[in-house]
T-cell receptor, first 112, second 114 residues
C-alpha cells in the first residue's frame, strides 16, 4: 500500500530565505506527483505536476524535483515571502489507479 | 481556468438529517472525487466517479453515497448525518481516466453535525 510522508510537519523561516520541502513515497510505480498549496479553511490549489518520466518542473519561484527510484520529491521555494505561508501537500497518482495518495502536509510560516 | 464549485462553504445539520453536498465543474472533466479532510488524518477519498452514472468506492465510503447524473455534477449524500461526519469536504475533478492530468479542487464545505 502506497504511503506518502512529508517531513517536517511544520516549518518556520524568515522572509527571503530559500527553503526545501520534502516528500517521500514507498512505492515507485507512480504515474505522477503533484504539489498543492492549501490556505486555512480553503481548498487545495495545484502548484506543480511532475509526470513519472520527468525529473523536475518549475513555475516562478517554485521548483519541484522527482527521483522515482528513491521515492523522493522536493519542492524548492526561492526567496520566500509571507504570502507563501500555507500548508503544502504532495500527492502521488499510483500506477493503475485513479486515486491520489496524499501526504499530511508541511505547514510553512514565513515571518516578515 | 478550470473552475470547481461547491454548493455551500459552511453547513450546519442535525444528527439524522439527510445531507446533500453538490459539486460542479465547468471543464468537461471525466473524473470527479469527494474527499474529507480531518486534522491529523489528512485527505481521505470517499468516492469517485469516472463517468456519468459510474462510481467507485474510495477508502472511507461507509455512511455516504454519491450521484452523478450529469457529467459536470457530482453529489455526495449523507443518508443519516452523524456527529463523526463533521469535517471539511472537498470535491475535485480531473480531465481523463487513468490520466496524468492535474487534479483541481473546489473551495470546500465545512460541515458541522450537531
Amino acid at each position: 500500500k502506497q504511503e506518502v510522508t512529508q517531513i517536517p510537519a511544520a516549518l518556520s523561516v524568515p522572509e527571503g530565505e530559500n527553503l526545501v520541502l520534502n516528500c517521500s513515497f514507498t512505492d515507485s510505480a507512480i504515474y505522477n506527483l503533484q504539489w498543492f498549496r492549501q490556505d486555512p479553511g480553503k481548498g487545495l490549489t495545484s502548484l506543480l505536476l511532475i509526470q513519472s518520466s520527468q525529473r523536475e518542473q518549475t513555475s516562478g519561484r517554485l521548483n519541484a524535483s522527482l527521483d522515482k527510484s528513491s521515492g523522493r520529491s522536493t519542492l524548492y521555494i526561492a526567496a520566500s515571502q509571507p504570502g507563501d505561508s500555507a500548508t503544502y501537500l504532495c500527492a502521488v497518482l499510483q500506477g493503475g489507479s485513479e486515486k491520489l495518495v496524499f501526504g499530511k502536509g508541511t505547514k510553512l510560516t514565513v515571518n516578515p | 481556468d478550470v473552475k470547481v464549485t461547491q454548493s455551500s462553504r459552511y453547513l450546519v445539520k442535525r444528527t439524522g438529517e439527510k445531507v446533500f453536498l453538490e459539486c460542479v465543474q465547468d471543464m468537461d472533466h471525466e473524473n470527479m472525487f469527494w474527499y474529507r479532510q480531518d486534522p491529523g488524518l489528512g485527505l481521505r477519498l470517499i468516492y469517485f466517479s469516472y463517468d456519468v452514472k459510474m462510481k467507485e468506492k474510495g477508502d472511507i465510503p461507509e455512511g455516504y453515497s454519491v450521484s452523478r447524473e450529469k457529467k459536470e455534477r457530482f453529489s455526495l449524500i449523507l443518508e443519516s448525518a452523524s456527529t463523526n461526519q463533521t469535517s471539511m469536504y472537498l470535491c475535485a475533478s480531473t480531465l481523463g481516466r487513468l490520466s496524468s492530468y492535474e487534479q483541481y479542487f473546489g473551495p470546500g464545505t465545512r460541515l458541522t453535525v450537531t
